[in-house]
Structure formats: structure tokens, C-alpha cells
């Protein structure tokens, strides 16, 4: 299980052959789930509730400069 905090990058990795990657940053938690939900606001600027698959790395925010 992936667990995120607010701060943290996520990278959603192309499922097809080509397709681009999504980056943004959590934003906040929605913990009245199980597993948990990010809300995600992509660098594109737009924000969603995102549910962390297997296409999906998270990037800690303390060691992201590593």
C-alpha cells in the first residue's frame, strides 16, 4: 500500500506505449476511504481525487532534492 502526504509528488506513468506522463502534487488526503485518496493538483493546474494504482509513484516531499 502506498501511503502519501500532503507536499508529496506523484508521477502517473503511461499505461500505452508513448503516452505521457502526469505529474502533480497532493494537496490534500481524503481519509473517509479505505484505502485513502489523494487530491491531486497536476501541473497543468487542474485537481483531482486520485485512487494510487500501479501506473502511479509517489515522490516523498522530503527526499524529492535527492
Same mark, same amino acid.
Given at each position: 500500500?502506498?501511503?502519501?502526504? $500532503? ?18 502534487? $497532493? ?11 489523494? $487530491? $491531486? ?26
Amino acid at each position: 500500500m502506498m501511503h502519501a502526504s $500532503v507536499g508529496d509528488r506523484v508521477i502517473i506513468h503511461g499505461r500505452t506505449v508513448g503516452a505521457a506522463e502526469k505529474t502533480g502534487e $497532493v494537496i490534500g488526503i481524503r481519509k473517509d476511504s479505505d484505502p485513502p485518496l489523494l $487530491v $491531486v493538483r497536476y501541473d497543468d493546474g487542474h485537481e483531482a481525487i486520485l485512487a494510487p494504482g500501479s501506473d502511479c509513484e509517489i515522490r516523498h516531499a522530503d527526499s524529492a532534492s535527492a
